[in-house]
Every structure is written in structure tokens, then in C-alpha cells.
């Protein structure tokens, strides 16, 4: 069974810039596209980006569009999201899993908050 362990979080000031790591097990996973999901509370885990299994597509959530960067290096088993110019609407838990259809054992995820 896959697991997804994601890093990079932590404070930053708007305007400023993240990249957050996904590391995960599971070499079946390179045959899957795979996404960039956040969540705050009270609200539903959405998806924000995603990349095809060969890292040549990638879409957007349109909240993210222009600022967000996602890619992925198959042979490490490694997601990233590159951020940049941060907003504090940005602020969540983000998370890495399979997209379309994410898998049941989501990671831990990694904390991003975005304020002066």
C-alpha cells in the first residue's frame, strides 16, 4: 500500500515563496497522475493541481493558476509544488495523493501558513 509523506511547509510572509516535497512508496505509482490537494477547516479537501503519470500535463485550480508550479520526479518517487507569491488565502494543510480518484491512506500533509 502506497504511502505519502508530504514536507516543505511552515510561515511565510505574502508575496513570499514555498516548495513543498511529496515522497511516496509504492512504485505503481508512477503509472498514475497525481495531484496537490489542500484543506482548511471546515472545508472539504480540494484539489489544486495535478500532473499526468509522465509529467507532461499539468492543470490548475484557477485560485492557483500563474503562482503555482507542479512537477514530479518519477525515478525519486518525488511531488513538488513549487509556490510563489503567496497569498493568505493560501493558507492551509496541503497533501499529495493520486489524482483522479485519491487513494484511501492520505499522508500526514504539511502545514502552510501564509501572514505578515
Known amino acids: 500500500q502506497a504511502q505519502f509523506v508530504e514536507s516543505g511547509g511552515g510561515l511565510v510572509q505574502p508575496g513570499g515563496s514555498l516548495r513543498l516535497s511529496c515522497t511516496y512508496s509504492g512504485g505503481v505509482l508512477k503509472l498514475f497522475g497525481m495531484g496537490w490537494y489542500r484543506q482548511t477547516p471546515g472545508k472539504e479537501r480540494a484539489l489544486v493541481a495535478r500532473?499526468?503519470?509522465?509529467?507532461?500535463?499539468?492543470n490548475y485550480a484557477d485560485s492557483v493558476r500563474g503562482r503555482f508550479t507542479i512537477s514530479r520526479d518519477v525515478a525519486k518517487n518525488t511531488l513538488y509544488l513549487q509556490m510563489n507569491s503567496l497569498k493568505p488565502e493560501d493558507t492551509a494543510v496541503y497533501y499529495c495523493n493520486v489524482d483522479p480518484n485519491p487513494w484511501k491512506n492520505w499522508g500526514q500533509g504539511t502545514q502552510v501558513t501564509v501572514a505578515s
Open positions: 500532473i499526468s503519470n509522465g509529467g507532461i500535463s499539468t
